[in-house]
């Protein structure tokens, strides 16, 4: 089968779904087709914005946990004091992470707002000196110094537009909605939930096995916790890649090594300190 066939039934394929599947599979012509014939708009991912904290959440949660099992298991402590140690500090430090990614998320907005609003004060008592310092940063990037003076005096027409295109190309900030601290709330909660639900998994080992399996030792506990925390950091991997470019086993591979090295570290500590003590 030659290329223009087989790009010729990617199209097809390809046909009633979006410019994103074209990307996918980096299809031009399925792309360009879409774009001449498109009736909705374009549609891109919106949901990455909740990505840092799942995935800041979940990693923090759930290595603090297996933190705790590794340098109990580590410390040879009781598996009740791990499940009492674990449970407690999971969902403090979730409260603590929830409510800290709500105040710093309302706290950057209202910073970036601050600044906006002298940004537009500036382009209000002196519009030509905002005008010509676009210009230049339009010039370093590449644009010519004519088309950079007719495109920005054309957007100066526009105050609003224009203020919001200087904030990202001088000042390198978003501007927030209007809605904000409604995002800012939903973050912290993000967070809360992420932490919360991904540090218990290393833990629930020394829940179900005892139950279900009475005849399992301590010794098995701690390996089911390293089981279940090695699934997770890979799967929580996986999901990551849904907003890169990346392929989804390397996502999922990197994150079992980072995690997989931090839970190393607290095991190792654990065993050494409990090697000081009983010295």
Not at 34 to 62: A, C, M, Y
Not at 148 to 159: F, G, P, R
Not at 241 to 259: D, I, Q, V
Request: glycine share 8%.
């Amino acid at each position: 089968m030659d290329n223009t066939t087989e790009r010729s039934e990617r199209s097809i394929l390809l046909e009633n779904k979006d410019a994103r599947d074209a990307y996918d599979v980096q299809d031009n012509e399925a792309s360009r087709q879409f774009h001449d014939n498109r009736v909705n708009e374009e549609q891109h991912q919106t949901s990455g914005g909740l990505l840092k904290p799942i995935i800041f959440g979940g990693l923090d949660g759930i290595l603090t946990a297996f933190a705790i099992v590794a340098g109990s298991a580590g410390g040879a402590l009781d598996p009740t004091v791990v499940l009492i140690l674990g449970f407690s500090n999971i969902f403090a430090d979730a409260l603590s992470m929830g409510v800290g990614e709500f105040l710093s998320s309302k706290a950057e907005n209202e910073w970036i707002l601050s600044e906006r609003e002298r940004e537009m004060w500036e382009m209000e008592s002196y519009p030509e000196g905002e005008v010509q310092e676009m210009i230049e940063i339009y010039v370093e990037k590449g644009m010519g110094r004519k088309d950079a003076e007719l495109v920005i005096k054309t957007m100066s027409n526009y105050k609003d537009m224009f203020v919001d295109i200087m904030m990202a190309e001088e000042l390198e900030l978003k501007v927030p909605d209007d809605d904000h601290v409604k995002e800012s709330i939903k973050e912290g909660f993000v967070m809360f939930c992420s932490f919360a639900i991904f540090g218990s998994f290393p833990l629930l080992g020394y829940v179900i096995i005892p139950v279900s399996f009475p005849e399992l030792g301590e010794g098995s506990l701690f390996i089911s916790a390293c089981i279940v925390t090695g699934v997770v950091l890979f799967i929580m991997g996986c999901i990551k890649s849904l907003f890169s470019t990346s392929r989804w086993y390397w996502c999922g591979t990197e994150t079992l090594l980072l995690g997989g090295a931090c839970a190393t570290v607290a095991y190792t500590i654990g065993q050494y300190v409990d090697t000081l003590v009983v010295a």
